[in-house]
């Protein structure tokens, strides 16, 4: 651990503010709490608001993941987990059952997590209702007053127009019965974990300064019409090509030599560990 | 204490609340942080969630007796600007009741909600016996679906003014409850009591 | 090529990183010294410290060096650095009054009490290289300076009272009651207006505060700023703007003396305040004068003015151009937010666009992409 910074980095003033606002937004699920968020040695945009929640939560009993669209070893989740482990020493893994705080950006480990975990992820948009409203004072005022007619309508023009629902990732979803929230960039195909899971899930934008929470045991249900259902992706036929798997979500690669399509589990944990059982080994 | 034991202490004590705010009526186990100077056993029972939560940044007042020197001993432990309660950020209250007090707290705003104000509760006893009354199912964000049975140690009194200001999600107040063997329970405004 | 090895991620950060530090270093010069940059680049240590929200000349200096040159880079390690040192406490309300003057001048009047202080400069300069830099030697270089030095007289203090501080050129116009200090925001209660907000500390919520308001486009980035306040002047917005006064100088800093509470000077830093007087016509009244103001670290007299400009076109009552509009502006004006942003588009989204592969296949009612690209990869 590098001396010359406090633990966990943050001076005990920022931690104490996010900390507070931690609460607050647990308090309000799907509620967008504002925070101070000051700057890291990390570009704005490249997951500071993750970061700032995990090192306000962070001690030296946790055991910390870090992963991007699924991968431990995708090159800025490990620039982000080498930071985190120089200013706390913590224990890290690659491993989703034994972390204890997992930072995350655009996706939720396929493995379900447990109410001793927390799943903290980076969010580059907070605002659901953006799509419709670039106005930050119009769309607190809509959240206020749950008037989300504007975004019911933005979806029932697209169903109008595509015979679909268009929207793939930051598929906005109702939380608590309250508020509509952006999951952040995840793929619909993780949208259903967030409902009624036993984690809790917390949400970082640090560029937007914005902090939001889903409880464990919270309803979280799509935006969906009765006759136009919220649906996952879809991967039918389809298996990872390293370890098997039929219900994972997978990343598509195109072979340079052949042009062939192949696919790969996008949680590459996960993948390693079923791999290693097949093999016979200890994962 | 330590300035680096002070930061481990507050860390893991913010754990405990984090624990407690997102499982309402679970009861979480507390461990104590040494005031720098002697105070009141009531001070100090809840000098862990003061000196996690609260700083110059933040404004607070003490409901109860010994409001005065409650209101001056935490300023000089924190750092905190002493409110009355309708500006407060924390209401701190030794006693598990608020004479009605609580009505005046700070309970946000429908653009800013979480401006509302957080209450930390003093009780007898979160952990009693069948017997006990009043007591109260939870059901809400943080709880299974079934619902929670628990001995919140507010009098009945307390908990309807609770349900009152809370009437009115997302606006509401967030309270912790600790009682003198360092139990502590969170109530946030999600939750709905139903007190029997 | 398929699946991304774990430690492959590590290798290759690393790598980058080693190679950044190559093509800095890779060229025969000299390394280029920390004082070489603070004294001769001053103006970008200026922009820097500004920037970056913290006055410190050797560490923007430094930051300057680190990332060869990239000034949002520089700004953001600065910026990084603020944040790993302990808040002790704010300084004191001070006037720029007492500001330590090297250049003073006024557009508004002709001749204005103290006199017109050009200063150091390069508004009047012939934008001609000048190739003799190229040969500069710290031989020359001192020469020169012994030169310069020669070439000063100091006036005889008995025939002319030597300035310490100079009254404000808008002075003259509050004495006239011609000034309307700012605009009133009714629907801010008076006392969030008269705290100070530390946007540090609190998030930026709207309607923001006037001091919010300047303190943002204080640590707001220069060019950011400049292209905003552009589209005011050219005419998307109203407020023909006189320059009332334009100071560069040296603001001293003082404190409260943690033990004796008495104020205690600490030193001083370099700014730059610009004044505009722009023109306000009320619903009730007179028309009179507003002002705009703006002020900033070291010397940057185009952030200086921009700020002036947005901060009175962000008064006006019924907003309608987009630097009229305060959430609009102080929503990206920020340079660390803007380029981290932008930078971020070059993080691997491939689940995001997976999802967006899915949707557009199921509206196009097919179930495999058809289409130039089986075929062209063989």
């Not at chain 1, 419709?132 to 119009?138: G, M």
């Not at chain 3, 680049?41 to 929200?53: F, K, N």
């Not at chain 3, 934008?127 to 830099?133: C, D, H, Q, V």
Request: with cysteine; hydrophobic share 35%.
């Amino acid at each position: 651990m590098n001396p010359g910074y406090n633990y966990a980095f943050l001076d005990e003033g920022s931690k104490k503010e996010i900390r507070r606002k931690i609460l607050k937004a647990v308090a309000i699920p799907g509620y967008q709490v504002p925070f101070g968020s000051p700057e890291m040695p990390v570009a704005r945009g490249w997951g500071t608001g993750g970061i700032q929640l995990t090192l306000s939560l962070i001690g030296p009993e946790d055991t910390l993941k870090v992963i991007d669209q699924g991968c431990d070893g995708s090159v800025n989740a490990v620039n982000i987990k080498k930071f985190i482990g120089r200013v706390t020493d913590v224990r890290t893994t690659t491993d989703t059952i034994c972390a204890t705080l997992i930072q995350t950006r655009h996706r939720i480990p396929e493995e379900p997590m447990t109410d001793k975990q927390i799943l903290i992820l980076q969010v580059p948009f907070p605002e659901a209702l953006r799509t419709v409203e670039p106005s930050e004072t119009e769309t607190r005022r809509m959240h206020g007053e749950a008037d989300y007619s504007r975004l019911w309508l933005y979806l029932y023009e697209d169903i109008v127009k595509f015979k679909e629902i268009s929207i793939g990732a930051r598929y906005p979803v109702m939380v608590n019965g309250r508020y509509i929230m952006d999951p952040s960039p995840i793929p619909r195909w993780d949208i259903p974990k967030l409902h009624q899971a036993e984690t809790l899930y917390l949400f970082g934008a640090g560029r937007e300064k914005r902090i939001y929470a889903i409880p464990p045991y919270t309803e979280v249900r799509p935006l969906e019409f009765e006759d136009f259902k919220f649906r996952v992706e879809e991967f039918h036929d389809k298996v990872c090509l390293r370890c098997g798997s039929r219900n994972t979500f997978l990343d598509e690669i195109i072979s340079e030599s052949t042009g062939q399509r192949t696919y790969f589990c996008s949680d590459t944990g996960h993948c390693d560990k079923v791999l290693a059982a097949q093999e016979g080994q200890p994962s | 204490m330590e300035i680096g034991d002070e930061i481990m202490l507050t860390q893991k004590t913010f754990r405990g609340l984090l624990q407690a705010m997102s499982h309402p009526g679970e009861i979480i186990q507390m461990d104590p942080i040494k005031t720098p100077v002697p105070t009141s056993p009531e001070i100090e029972l809840l000098y862990p969630a003061l000196l996690t939560l609260l700083d110059h940044e933040v404004g607070f007042t003490v409901i109860g007796p010994e409001k005065k020197k409650g209101e001056t001993t935490i300023a000089e432990l924190t750092g905190a600007q002493v409110k009355d309660s309708t500006e407060a950020d924390f209401i701190i209250i030794f006693d598990s009741e608020s004479s009605g007090e609580i009505t005046q707290a700070k309970r946000g705003t429908l653009e800013y909600p979480d401006t509302g104000a957080t209450v930390i509760y003093r009780v007898a006893s979160l952990k009693t016996g069948e017997d006990a009354r009043p007591r109260v199912r939870l059901t809400g964000p943080g709880i299974k679906p079934e619902g929670i049975t628990i001995h919140p140690g507010l009098p009945s009194v307390e908990l309807d003014l609770l349900k009152e200001i809370n009437a009115e999600y997302p606006l509401g107040i967030d309270c912790l409850l600790i009682d003198p063997d360092r139990r502590l329970m969170g109530i946030p405004r999600s939750t709905r009591l139903e007190v029997f | 090529m398929g699946y991304v090895a774990v430690k492959g991620g590590s290798e290759a950060i690393e790598y980058s990183n080693t190679l950044l530090n190559y093509e800095r270093i890779k060229g025969g010069s000299a390394p280029l010294e920390i004082d070489q940059i603070r004294d001769q680049l001053y103006l970008l240590v200026d922009r820097i410290m500004g920037e970056g929200s913290l006055y410190a000349p050797d560490l923007a200096a430094l930051a300057i060096k680190q990332s060869a040159g990239d000034t949002l880079e520089a700004s953001l390690m600065v910026r990084a650095f603020r944040t790993t040192l302990p808040r002790i406490g704010y300084s004191l309300p001070g006037s720029a009054q007492k500001m330590r003057i090297i250049r003073r001048i006024s557009a508004a009047f002709k001749d204005i009490p103290g006199g017109q202080i050009l200063g150091p400069t390069s508004d009047y300069s012939l934008r001609l290289l000048n190739f003799e830099l190229c040969q500069e030697s710290s031989k020359t270089k001192e020469e020169s300076l012994r030169t310069l030095l020669g070439e000063l007289s100091f006036p005889d203090p008995n025939q002319e009272p030597f300035l310490e501080s100079f009254p404000k050129v808008i002075e003259i116009l509050r004495k006239e009651g011609l000034l309307m200090e700012s605009i009133p925001r009714h629907h801010l209660s008076t006392d969030h207006q008269r705290t100070v907000f530390d946007l540090t500390r609190q998030s930026l919520t709207f309607p923001a505060p006037r001091s919010a308001q300047l303190q943002a486009m204080a640590r707001g980035e220069t060019g950011g700023l400049l292209a905003l306040a552009y589209t005011n002047m050219r005419g998307y917005g109203d407020i023909h703007p006189v320059i009332g006064e334009l100071r560069v100088g040296f603001l001293p800093v003082t404190i409260r003396h943690p033990y004796s509470g008495v104020p205690y000077h600490v030193g001083e830093v370099k700014v730059t305040e610009a004044e505009i007087i722009a023109r306000f016509v009320g619903k009730e009244g007179p028309p009179k004068f507003t002002l705009g103001y703006g002020l900033c670290y070291g010397q940057n007299e185009i952030k200086a003015i921009s700020m002036a400009i947005l901060d009175r076109a962000m008064q006006t009552e019924e907003p309608q151009a987009v630097s009229e509009n305060q959430e609009f502006v102080l929503s990206h004006i920020d340079g660390i937010e803007s380029m981290g942003f932008c930078n971020h588009w070059k993080l691997p989204h491939y689940v995001t666009f997976q999802s967006d592969l899915d949707r557009l296949r199921k509206a196009r009612d097919q179930e495999e992409f058809i289409g130039p690209l089986d075929g062209e990869l063989s």
